[in-house]
């Protein structure tokens, strides 16, 4: 009785193993060329000027958007992209624009640090040395 249900049980695990297997969840992200042409919605790209295409990739994952970059040359990539519909390729776009607007306005460090080094650099004006006694 207990090694019929424990064959039943086991026979069953299998089952559902090999459904998972079939059913593979549609991935997203980084994508080959041919995966992402052969899928829904128009294909898009955007050029991106700097090395740091990681920046492009943490959002397009948040927003479930495939892509393939290729690199142009050095420091010049394009990613192609494609997402399940408008709302999200364009959120993506959008957040993207955000994060590197934001960047690209933010001081450098050692732009800070140049500004630092100089206001210690320069004496204090106007500070006079005192001594008084007071009673």
């Known amino acids: 009785m207990l090694k019929a249900a424990i064959a039943k ?22 994508v080959s060329m041919e995966e992402l042409q052969k899928q829904y919605g128009d294909l ?8 740091n295409t ?7 994952r948040k927003y479930r958007v495939k892509y393939k970059v290729y690199r142009l040359e050095k ?7 494609k997402a ?18 934001k960047k690209a306005q933010r001081p450098s460090v050692l732009q800070k640090l140049q500004k630092f080094k100089e206001l210690v ?10 001594k008084e006694l007071e009673r």
Not at 44 to 51: A, K, P
Not at 75 to 81: C, L, T, V, W
Not at 121 to 130: D, I, N
């Open 9 to 30: 049980y086991l026979a069953h695990r299998k089952e559902v193993r090999l459904e998972k297997s079939r059913s593979a969840p549609d991935t997203y992200g980084r």
């Open 84 to 101: 399940p519909n408008d709302e999200a390729m364009q959120a993506a776009f959008k957040a993207y624009a955000v994060q590197k607007l």
């Open 121 to 130: 650099k320069a004496p204090f004006v106007g500070r006079e040395k005192r």
């Open 44 to 51: 898009r790209s955007i050029n991106i000027d700097d090395n």
């Open 75 to 81: 420091g010049k990539y394009q990613i192609f992209f």
């Open 54 to 60: 990681r920046q492009f990739e943490r959002i397009a």
